[in-house]
């Protein structure tokens, strides 16, 4: 079956500095990638998505671009802010096996400190 | 408005009580989910409703029941909680079958004592 790792549990920066955040998953046809955030106690929110091959995808600061030969997504930021402190799940949905389900990664914590 | 609610936000339950969660959406969207989120792991498909129909994943097929009387709201219910269900409960929706996107909800967190 499907299945998406994000390496890091949690992931503690600085204000201003860059980051990236790891997603990388296994699937056997051709899936849409997303990322979703999470801040306390909120709803997870769509941050990203994706499903074209080596372009980059944007979205208030964050960018990722989707490899398909290396399969990954990974969410990335160039000066991070305080609000910028939530959890990230990266997550694919495959066509071929019903586009209903997201396969969802463990999350990761990013705290941004001043 | 693209906010998708959850009733209650957090629930204590005894061991072998029924417990029921509900969520709602106002979007008109045709497919509804449930997930479970436990400390660590990644949230996990329970269920989801396509319209009138309803879709289990086999793994938790016996564990959770769900109905959808409208559009606009779906329900989880858990026959007899056990302390395995401490979990987050999110609920989400979509149009299109989730080919774009799903809107979540905050959450119910059920405690299971």
């Known amino acids: 079956g499907d299945s998406v790792t994000q390496t890091e549990g949690l992931v503690t920066l600085t204000k201003g500095l860059p980051v990236m955040l790891n997603c990388t998953y296994q699937?056997?046809?051709?899936?849409?990638l997303f990322w979703y955030v999470q801040h306390l106690n909120e709803a997870p929110k769509l941050l990203l998505k994706?499903?074209?091959?080596?372009k980059r995808t944007e979205h208030q600061g964050f960018y990722a671009t989707l490899h398909k030969s290396s399969s990954s997504f990974h969410l990335q930021k160039s000066s991070v802010q305080l609000s910028d402190s939530a959890l990230y799940f990266c997550a694919l949905s495959d066509p071929a096996e019903g586009a209903d389900r997201l396969t969802f990664g463990k999350g990761t914590q990013l705290i941004i400190q001043p | 408005d693209t906010t998708v609610k959850q009733n209650p936000r957090y629930k204590l339950a005894r061991v072998g009580k029924p417990v029921n969660l509900i969520c709602s959406q106002t979007?008109?969207?045709?497919?509804m989910y449930w997930y479970q989120k436990k400390p660590n792991q990644a949230p996990k498909l329970l269920l989801f409703y396509y319209d009138k129909i309803l879709n289990r994943e086999a793994d938790t097929f016996e564990k959770f029941q769900s109905s959808r009387p409208n559009n606009s709201f779906c329900s989880l219910y858990i026959g007899s909680a056990g302390l395995e269900y401490s979990a987050m409960y999110l609920c989400?929706?979509?149009?299109?079958?989730?080919?774009?996107?799903?809107?979540f909800g905050p959450g119910t967190r059920l405690t299971v004592l």
């Open positions: 994706s499903s074209t091959d080596n």
């Open positions: 699937t056997t046809y051709s899936p849409f």
């Open positions: 989400a929706s979509s149009s299109d079958r989730g080919m774009y996107e799903q809107y």
């Open positions: 979007m008109n969207h045709d497919t």
